[in-house]
């Protein structure tokens, strides 16, 4: 009879064991919220172009413990001219037990920005009333997507 680990602790969760991840804090890192042109800006009646990006990351704390933070940048323009602009960090520590190593980078990386998401929201919204502006309401964000493109522009990198 062979021994996988050569007498050394098994790697990963216990068999039985079952695999859990909780959110211990959330809170805001960052915000920056600009309104350069106030009050010009809040007086034209044409549709904003806006623009969001998302980023993800994740910081070990503790065996257990991942900071992870949800990054929100945007900026709203009309006829070439800012109207306002957001910088947004929002983040939370999460702990994950008995979750294998090879489901732990996906989770923090989509599971946890999932639970971040709605509140970081709210920030925002919240941040775009107080400038004047009609709430701005973010579309849900497709974080497996984000991921997924996240991997394939590792990926070129690596074979380099």
Request: hydrophobic share 40%; charged share 15%; glycine share 6%.
């Amino acid at each position: 009879m062979s021994n996988p680990t050569n007498g050394g602790p098994a790697a990963g969760p216990p068999p039985n064991a079952t695999p859990q991840m909780s959110c211990l804090a959330q809170y805001t890192k960052d915000l920056s919220f600009e309104n350069p042109n106030a009050p010009r800006s809040l007086q034209q009646n044409q549709q904003p172009q806006i623009n969001i990006s998302v980023n993800v990351k994740a910081n070990p704390l503790a065996a257990t413990d991942f900071e992870v933070e949800l990054k929100l940048e945007g900026k709203a323009e009309s006829a070439g001219t800012l109207m306002f602009s957001f910088d947004l960090v929002f983040a939370g520590v999460f702990r994950f037990q008995n979750v294998p190593q090879e489901n732990l980078h996906p989770l923090m990386l989509i599971e946890c920005p999932r639970i971040l998401f709605p509140f970081a929201r709210e920030i925002i919204a919240s941040a775009v009333i107080g400038g004047g502006y009609p709430p701005l309401l973010l579309d849900p964000i497709d974080f497996v997507a984000l991921y997924q493109q996240r991997l394939a522009q590792q990926a070129p990198a690596a074979t380099a």
